[in-house]
Every structure is written in C-alpha cells, then in structure tokens.
C-alpha cells in the first residue's frame, strides 16, 4: 500500500487499497497528475482527446 488515497471508478468509494472493499475492482489514484508549465507532450495529449486539430 502506498499510503496515497485511491477511488473506485465502479462504485466512487475512496480507500487506500488497491482493490475496491465493497466491489473488489482495481482502484485508481484520486489524485491529478502534476502540472508543469514545460509540458513537452501536452499538444499530443489535446489532439487525442480532440480538443485541437
């Protein structure tokens, strides 16, 4: 265990395993990732999600 809060994307509960107690799902970290001015790779981000052309 990594000691950072983690969510189910099931069933929105919040835990600190790595599987959902109520579902049994794999969890994911409920934290965004970090944000940097210098982001090399943020263009090709917005064009796969479709926000630019």
Known sequence: ???RLRLCPLDR???LQE???ACGEPT???H???FSPE???G???RVMKGWTR
Request: hydrophobic share 15%; glycine share 4%; proline share 14%.
């Open 39 to 41: 982001d090399r790779y």
């Open 19 to 21: 599987r959902c107690p």
């Open 13 to 15: 509960t919040y835990t």
């Open 28 to 30: 994911v970290t409920a």
């Open 1 to 3: 265990m990594s000691g």
């Open 32 to 34: 965004p990732p970090r």
């Open 43 to 45: 263009h090709y981000r």
